[in-house]
C-alpha cells in the first residue's frame, strides 16, 4: 500500500539542524500518526510522503518558517532579576526556564546579566534555522469511514 488521501501513516523520525547544533529537546526519535490528506501536518512531510510505500526512508529539509520560524529580534527583552527565580544561578550563554505569573513554563536564552536585569532571548534556539528530518514510514493502513468522520469532525471543530 502506498500513501495516499485517507490513509493512516505512522512515520518514525529525527530531526536535527542543518548546518548547526540541535538543541536538547529535539535531540531525540519521535513518531506521527496521522490521517493524511486530513489531519494537519508540515506541509513540507505530507508532500515528501505522497506515493511512499512502508519502511520506506525519506529525508526533508524544513524551512525556518515551516519550523520554529525566523529568529525575532523582538524576542529579546529586560527582565528585572527580581522577576526571576534563583538569580543566584544565572549565567550568561545558558538556557533556562522559569514559570511566569500565569503559572506557564517560559523558556529563555540569558544573552547578557546587568546588576538589576537580564537580556532574555525568548526565540526557540532553532528560529531562523533550516531543520533536516530523517525519517521511516513504518505503517501505512487505509483509513476506516470512522477514522474519516473523526478528522472532518476535528476539522469543523477547528482542531
Partial sequence: MKVDRDTIVTVNYTVTV???ET???????????????????????????IGHEQEDEIQITIPPEQAFGLYD???????PISNLNHSEQ?????????????????KFYLKEFHDDYVLADFNHPSAGKSLVLNGTVSEIKAASMLDIMVAMNACAEGG
Fill in 90 to 106: 544565572l549565567k550568561e550563554g545558558e538556557y533556562y526556564e522559569e514559570f511566569g505569573s500565569n503559572g506557564k513554563l517560559i
Fill in 23 to 49: 538543541p536538547e529537546d529535539l535531540n531525540r526519535p519521535f513518531t506521527c500518526r496521522f490521517l493524511y490528506g486530513r489531519d494537519r501536518i508540515l506541509p513540507a512531510l505530507e508532500k515528501a510522503l
Fill in 18 to 20: 542543518k548546518d548547526g
Fill in 73 to 79: 529580534p523582538y524576542l529579546i527583552k529586560k527582565i
